[in-house]
């Protein structure tokens, strides 16, 4: 069983930035590559970035240059650097894995950031 916690949420008013964690137990940790989405209210969940075992690294068009995601498999942990916050980042915010099928097989409960302006 994984368990993934995140942590670093929270309120910040526009063009501040936080970094946001996710903790994941378990030794699949630096095999699996993972994920942050985001949620925002009234809304689909979306695909933020998401980083392979090696650190390959992919954002969603309108997130890049702001937002950067990173890890340290020693520590089993994905990091979420968000940068020049908007408004319209509001939203719950989730890291999950990708499994070798391509399937999320664990998600965290989420972290709520909000932006207000």
């Known amino acids: 069983q994984v368990q993934l916690v995140e942590s670093g949420g929270g309120l910040v008013t526009a063009g501040g930035s936080l970094r946001l964690s996710c903790a994941a137990s378990?030794?699949?940790?630096?095999?699996?590559?993972m994920a942050w989405y985001r949620q925002p209210p009234g809304q689909q969940r979306e695909l933020v970035a998401t980083i392979t075992s090696s650190g390959s690294t992919y954002y969603a068009d309108s997130l890049k240059g702001r937002f950067t995601i990173s890890r340290d498999n020693a520590k089993n942990t994905v990091y979420l650097q968000m940068n020049s916050l908007r408004p319209e980042d509001t939203a719950v915010y989730y890291c999950?894995?990708?499994?070798?099928?391509?399937?999320?097989?664990?998600w965290g409960q989420g972290t709520q950031v909000t932006v207000s302006s």
């Open positions: 999950t894995d990708i499994n070798d099928m391509g399937v999320h097989e664990y």
């Open positions: 378990g030794s699949i940790f630096s095999i699996r590559d």
